[in-house]
């Protein structure tokens, strides 16, 4: 009997979400990651869960109401990770004309199952705080409701739920070598050991490298495959509501401009064919003046290339290189030639509908192993047993157990570990009792966690993928993170 009923390479969103759903499925599943768990496209996306517009644009009609499904399904499993948000579209004639804009928002409304969230609504932006940040021409804007999505932690606690099912998590782990027979036998580089590893089915999870690795690592055909690169930028906080801006672009892409970590704004997303090392993306000059055009033509606050504080940058395998088809859809292939075993091949795709793509995934595997029933729509991610409608009321909780923390920490601390922040904080009952400190907010009682239950090794690995707290850590801090974190290994 092979080792492992399933093996999956890669760490990402689609990788650990297969993990997840498999493992609870009953299926004795390893995973391999070469880094970290979501560093590479999964901890780049626009961290929206929407019906995506753009989406809805190309009449991709069921898309759409898969996608409204599935917001309702993050917001019951994860209201710790995903915060319900309105979305505003101001209108103006220029793109396209608002009596198009308030059909789609009809049509958005018809598809959404009704869970709470208000409908769609057209709103008078110069009586409403959404005008405020933004230039005079704009009188109207249309409202309707989607979610923000923290993407990395999204990633890591996919991952921690598949591990408390049973599945083995390894990071550090490249998978070299996978030989095809009637099981596979895979090779692995696992924190510098060779490590042989059989598994009755195996997934190619690799995102941008799952060409390089059908190619290099399993030696198998694949159709041809483009890699896209998508870029943002983080700059500081342009306007005080909560929405999320999407603007019409004169070349008709739409924009977005979402509140991030309290004091920063994210604007994205621009796309275009990459080629070269996946693992060193990076936004050009060029992708950052043109997100920052696209902001000035709508925020009365003016942003410069200057003023980006950050850039952030992933690449991904799509079908079509112009970056279109396959980046937003996803795809998966299925293949089991007679006596051999079974290979998915899985990328792409947004993170509204990563769920059901590893759910549709594992499934093809029913014919293999006895399995149980379909289980991911309804089972809380760890952290996440609460109503979404209860945020507040948890962060309220968390102030009033450790008195310590002001309202914005609480907020974060909830919005990362929801209902199992007690096992971070503990019983400390002043900020001392959980150790060095290393910048504004990070403690050595969170580190300690993270590492010991989230596979932290690295100080990246916490300050932009656990948090995104690199952006206020001062350079002194992180040193000394660094060294905590050797010692502590
Ligand atoms: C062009 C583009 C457009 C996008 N559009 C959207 C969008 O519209 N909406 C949205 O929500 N999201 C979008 N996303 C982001 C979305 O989050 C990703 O599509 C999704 O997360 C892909 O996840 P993944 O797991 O396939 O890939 P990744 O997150 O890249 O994960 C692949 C992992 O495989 C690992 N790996 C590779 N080779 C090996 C090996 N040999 N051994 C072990 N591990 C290996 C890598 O280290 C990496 O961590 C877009 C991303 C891109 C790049």
Not at 7 to 34: P, T, Y
Not at 156 to 185: F, K, P, S
Not at 365 to 391: E, H, I, K, V
Request: one cysteine or more; hydrophobic letters at 45%; aromatic letters at 8%.
């Amino acid at each position: 009997m092979a080792d492992y009923d399933l093996a999956i390479i890669g760490g990402g969103l689609n990788g650990v979400s297969m993990a997840r759903d498999a493992a609870g499925r009953g299926l004795r599943v390893i995973l391999l990651e070469q880094g970290d768990l979501g560093a590479g496209a999964s901890a780049a996306s626009p961290r929206l869960i929407h019906g995506d517009l753009a989406v809805l644009e190309r009449r991709a009609l069921l898309r759409v109401r898969a996608a409204w499904a599935e917001r309702d399904i993050w917001l019951r499993t994860a209201p710790h990770l995903v915060r319900p948000t309105r979305f505003a579209v101001p209108s103006h004639s220029g793109e396209r004309p608002p009596w198009l804009l308030r059909s789609w928002l009809l049509l958005y409304d018809r598809l959404a199952p009704s869970t709470g969230l208000p409908a769609s609504a057209t709103i008078d932006i110069t009586h409403h705080p959404v005008g405020n940040a933004l230039r005079r021409p704009f009188g109207a804007a249309f409202e309707y409701s989607g979610g923000v999505v923290d993407d990395s932690r999204l990633v890591v606690l996919n991952a921690v739920d598949a591990a408390e099912r049973g599945a083995d998590i390894r990071t550090g782990a490249r998978c070299v070598r996978a030989d095809r027979l009637d099981v596979w036998r895979l090779v692995a580089i696992d924190r510098g050991h060779r490590r042989v590893i059989t598994a009755g089915a195996l997934a190619n999870a690799s995102g941008a490298w799952t060409a390089t690795v059908a190619e290099t690592v399993l030696r198998l055909p694949l159709p041809d495959l483009g890699v896209s690169q998508i870029s943002q930028i983080v700059v500081r906080r342009l306007f005080d509501t909560d929405h999320v801006y999407v603007f019409q672009n004169h070349d008709r892409r739409l924009i977005f401009a979402s509140p991030y970590e309290r004091d920063f704004t994210l604007i994205g997303t621009v796309t275009r064919p990459f080629k070269g090392d996946p693992a060193v993306v990076s936004a050009t000059a060029a992708d950052a003046a043109y997100l920052c055009d696209a902001a000035n033509r709508y925020f009365r606050e003016r942003v410069e290339p200057s003023d980006v504080v950050r850039t952030i940058s992933g690449a991904n395998a799509v079908i079509d290189p112009a970056g279109r088809r396959g980046a937003r859809d996803g795809s998966m292939a299925f293949d089991r030639p007679r006596g051999q075993a079974p290979l998915i091949t899985i990328f792409a795709g947004d993170i509204t509908t990563a769920r059901l793509r590893a759910e549709r995934a594992v499934s093809k595997l029913t014919p293999f192993y006895p399995m149980s029933p379909r289980w991911t729509a309804q089972a809380a991610l760890p952290g996440g047993d609460f109503a979404w409608t209860r945020f507040d009321a948890e962060v309220e909780g968390a102030r009033e157990r450790w008195r310590f923390l002001n309202e914005a920490q609480a907020q974060r601390l909830i919005a990362a570990y929801g209902s199992r922040l007690a096992a971070v904080l503990g019983d400390a009952k002043d900020r001392a009792d959980l150790g060095q400190a290393f910048g504004p907010e990070l403690t050595a009682a969170e580190v300690r966690y993270l590492m010991a239950k989230e596979w932290a090794r690295f100080p990246d690995d916490i300050l932009w993928r656990r948090s995104k707290l690199g952006l206020t850590m001062p350079p002194g801090d992180r040193d000394a993170l660094a060294a905590f974190m050797a010692a502590a290994a």
